[in-house]
Every structure is written in C-alpha cells, then in structure tokens.
C-alpha cells in the first residue's frame, strides 16, 4: 500500500510538471524534491492522486483498487491519513540521512 500511495504521488508530480509544460523526461522523477513528494502524499486530495492513471497491468490495477477502498471507507483500520503520514515520516528521515539539503529522488538511490 505504501509504495502505491508513493508511486501515485510520484505520479502525480510527474502530470503537473507535464500541465506546466515540462514534458516526461528520462531524468524528471530522478529531479523530483523529496519535500515536493512529501507534499503531494499528505495534502493532495486522494481524487487527485487516482486520476489520470496510465493502463495498468493487473497487479498494479489491484493495488490502486485497494487503495481506492481505504479513500472511501472511513471504518479502515488502516486509513489513508495514516498511510500517507508514514510515508511522510519516512522521507523525512531519508531526507535527514542525506548530505544534501534538498534531496531529489536522485540523491536517495
């Protein structure tokens, strides 16, 4: 559930820097702030990070369906606000492992 939460924010990023006019390139998730990450995963509604999904394969499919059950069932014991703090605290304490003071996603692998 984790990284589909994250690769649907990674995602997501990836559709506004295409709206603003910066195509997908090869380089733009490695450019992606870790900060801009950690934004998107705790503040942007969860419609937002479910639209405009490219064709997925089964698996992924079933991953995103799980997700979209925990944005509408509110009696999860596993919610979406919760998820989305864990990743939050997670690239927090990466970001703070780093050297760099504004880590991209480059500088963490």
Same mark, same amino acid.
């Given at each position: 559930?984790l990284?589909t939460?994250?690769?649907?924010s990674i995602?997501a990023l990836?559709?506004d820097?295409?709206?603003? *006019?910066?195509? #997908?390139?090869?380089? &733009?998730?490695?450019?992606?702030?870790?900060?801009?990450i950690e934004d998107t995963?705790t503040?942007?509604p969860s419609?937002e990070l479910?639209? *405009?999904l490219?064709?997925?394969?089964?698996d992924?499919?079933?991953?995103?369906?799980a997700l979209?059950v925990l944005v509408?069932?509110? =009696?999860s014991?596993?919610?979406?606000g919760?998820?989305?703090?864990?990743?939050?605290? &997670?690239?927090?304490n990466?970001a =703070? *492992?780093?050297s &760099?003071?504004?880590?991209? #996603?480059?500088?963490?692998v």
């Amino acid at each position: 559930m984790l990284k589909t939460l994250l690769a649907l924010s990674i995602h997501a990023l990836v559709l506004d820097a295409a709206a603003e *006019g910066r195509p #997908c390139q090869e380089d &733009t998730i490695r450019r992606i702030r870790l900060a801009d990450i950690e934004d998107t995963v705790t503040k942007r509604p969860s419609h937002e990070l479910l639209a *405009g999904l490219p064709r997925l394969s089964e698996d992924e499919q079933l991953r995103v369906d799980a997700l979209r059950v925990l944005v509408y069932d509110d =009696a999860s014991a596993l919610s979406l606000g919760r998820l989305s703090q864990l990743i939050r605290i &997670t690239l927090l304490n990466v970001a =703070a *492992g780093l050297s &760099t003071p504004d880590p991209v #996603c480059a500088d963490v692998v």
